[in-house]
């Protein structure tokens, strides 16, 4: 029975699922470990994200043969002032806004039912919303619940301020040696692999390396452009809240396909609330910054799309955000990136294995002194 492959396959199954379950009798003795890795999930995340971004920054500054810690500070200080250019100039109008969309939330309900009402009292369009009347209440409560749930969000930040403590203690420290010692991080994982493996390990780090380095600096420039566009587009259609509305779509635009349209919604109703014209105008001046980013923007600063469906991104995306919440989103494309080069890094050295061992030895070449009688 041991010669059968089946048999032995069947052993490996049962041995692995018993290690499951005698495992998960004794979880208790990892809570101290996943304390630890929720604590320091978000800042490292943060920290990650940061490095792709300044490591260019570091080299070019490094390569002018300025010491690596000096030019880690000189980009923190860069920063800072950056900071308080944001906080002196951009800060003050973006929290009048912010006051008065909580201040005017209850009311935004009922600006968004009135439009309705009007649209349904007007002769050429009341035979739309004669059949319609359910889907208007439905739209009206479900804007409702959406700004209950982000006033009560709003109200409870104050039980989060101590994870916003952490990160920032902790932001600045951990991206600090990041940049200052990842590149010694390849050599030490190279060092792990046996000696006959490390070349195509070499290979495999320098793929996710470049992968996550191009999509990250990339999608950066790309949505930070994008909140640019809208925001002078939204100043020129005069929409209310502009300058929160584009900095609120700057973020969802980090998720794939999915962002865009989630970002377009709040500005849609904001502008609908205010007039039915100004909704449409609002979504034309996302259309055409959506497409100066896809056909102008995105083929001179990515040169080259990610290599993955549409329909893998959105599958990726919903399962992500199933199981990791807002972080599972985020992260779920740059963690497909990694498995997806690994696995075909892997099974490319299974191939050319394989492809080693089946090939024929050829047979010695003998001299004329050797040939055999």
Not at 18 to 28: H, N, Q
Request: glycine share 4%; hydrophobic share 55%.
């Amino acid at each position: 029975m041991l010669q059968s492959k089946y048999f032995r396959t069947s052993l490996a199954i049962i041995a692995f699922l018993t290690i499951l379950y005698l495992g998960s009798k004794v979880l208790f003795l990892f809570n101290p470990i996943v304390a630890i890795i929720k604590l320091l999930l978000v800042p490292m995340m943060l920290s990650g994200f940061m490095y792709y971004l300044l490591r260019p920054l570091v080299n070019f500054l490094v390569a002018r043969k300025l010491n690596r810690a000096l030019s880690i500070l000189l980009i923190y200080l860069c920063f800072a002032g950056l900071f308080v250019l944001f906080w002196v100039l951009v800060w003050p109008t973006l929290r009048e806004q912010f006051q008065n969309f909580i201040d005017n939330a209850p009311y935004l309900v009922q600006g968004l039912q009135n439009q309705f009402n009007q649209l349904q009292n007007d002769p050429s369009l009341s035979r739309f919303f004669q059949s319609d009347s359910d889907i208007v209440q439905r739209l009206s409560d479900y804007l409702n619940n959406a700004i209950n749930w982000i006033t009560n969000s709003m109200s409870n930040l104050i039980g989060v301020v101590s994870s916003i403590f952490v990160v920032i203690a902790t932001l600045p420290i951990i991206l600090y040696y990041m940049l200052k010692d990842g590149h010694k991080l390849s050599p030490i994982l190279l060092s792990l692999v046996p000696r006959k493996y490390r070349k195509e390990a070499d290979e495999m780090l320098s793929s996710i390396d470049g992968a996550l380095s191009g999509f990250i600096v990339t999608r950066v420039l790309l949505n930070v452009i994008l909140g640019v566009m809208l925001y002078i587009g939204f100043l020129i259609i005069g929409l209310p809240y502009s300058l929160l509305l584009a900095v609120i779509s700057v973020p969802l635009n980090f998720i794939p396909y999915v962002g865009s349209l989630l970002a377009a919604i709040p500005v849609i109703i904001v502008g609908f609330i205010a007039s039915p014209t100004m909704a449409i105008w609002s979504a034309v001046v996302i259309f055409i910054a959506q497409q100066i980013q896809d056909n102008v923007l995105s083929p001179i600063i990515y040169g080259k799309s990610l290599d993955v469906h549409p329909l893998t991104t959105v599958v990726l995306v919903l399962v992500g955000g199933d199981f990791f919440g807002i972080i599972g989103v985020l992260i779920a494309l740059p963690v497909y990136m990694i498995i997806k080069i690994i696995f075909l890094r892997v099974y490319e050295i299974i191939v050319n294995q394989r492809t080693e061992e089946a090939a024929p030895v050829p047979a010695p070449v003998l001299k004329d002194d050797e040939m055999p009688l």
